[in-house]
C-alpha cells in the first residue's frame, strides 16, 4: 500500500519482518564478537532511534547506549552542512565504540563526525548502519556492519523522515518514480 507524506507518495520497500530479522541477526554476531568487552553504543538521533532500540532489546552482552544528534538533511536532500544539536557527554577513551546510524548516503555526516570522536581516544570505534547507499558515497567512511545495502533512492520509516513526518512507520518505503 503506498503513502502520501506532504507531497510526496512513497512505496513499500523493506518489510517490517525483514528489518527485525537483520536487527537480530546483527545483535547475534554483535554479541558474539563484543562478549565481554562492554562496549559503549552511540546512537545518532533522529533517525537511528528505532534501529538503536530494537539493536539493544536483541543484545545479550553488557554494553552501554548513549545518543547524540548530527543531522544533515533537508526535506530529501542532504543539506551539505552538518548541525550537532546535543553533544556527546559520555567519557569513550579506551572503549570500545559502535556507532549506530540509520544510513549512510553521503557519508558527510559520519565524515565529520568520526575525527571528532577518534580525537577522545576509544580503544576501537565500528559503525553499524541499518541501511547504506554506496552509489551516493561522496566521502567514504568504514561500514562494518550493515543490514541493508540499498539503491540510492530517497527511504523513509522505521526512524527515517521526509521533513519530519514517517518515523512512526514500521517498515520502511521508498519515494516513487
Avoid: W
Amino acid at each position: 500500500m503506498k503513502i502520501q507524506l506532504h507531497d510526496k507518495t512513497f512505496q513499500p520497500y523493506i518489510t517490517e519482518q525483514e528489518i527485525q530479522e537483520k536487527v537480530k541477526a546483527l545483535a547475534a554476531q554483535l554479541d558474539q564478537e563484543y562478549a565481554g568487552k562492554k562496549p559503549l553504543f552511540i546512537a545518532i538521533l533522529n533517525g537511528s532511534f528505532m534501529f538503536a532500540a530494537d539493536l539493544f532489546k536483541y543484545l545479550s552482552i553488557e554494553a552501554e547506549i548513549c545518543f547524540i544528534k548530527l543531522a544533515s538533511y533537508k526535506g530529501t536532500k542532504s543539506s551539505g552542512h552538518v548541525i550537532t544539536a546535543i553533544g556527546l557527554d559520555t567519557d569513550v577513551t579506551g572503549r570500545d565504540v559502535i556507532i549506530l546510524e540509520d544510513i549512510i548516503d553521503t557519508g558527510k555526516t559520519m565524515s565529520e563526525f568520526l575525527p571528532q570522536l577518534q580525537n577522545q581516544q576509544p580503544k576501537s570505534i565500528k559503525i553499524a548502519v541499518l541501511l547504506h547507499k554506496p552509489e551516493a558515497t561522496v566521502y567514504p567512511v568504514p561500514v562494518d556492519y550493515c543490514c541493508f545495502t540499498i539503491p540510492n533512492r530517497f527511504v523513509l520509516g522505521y526512524g527515517l523522515d521526509y521533513d519530519g513526518y514517517g518515523r512512526n512507520i514500521k517498515e520502511i518505503y521508498q519515494l516513487e518514480g
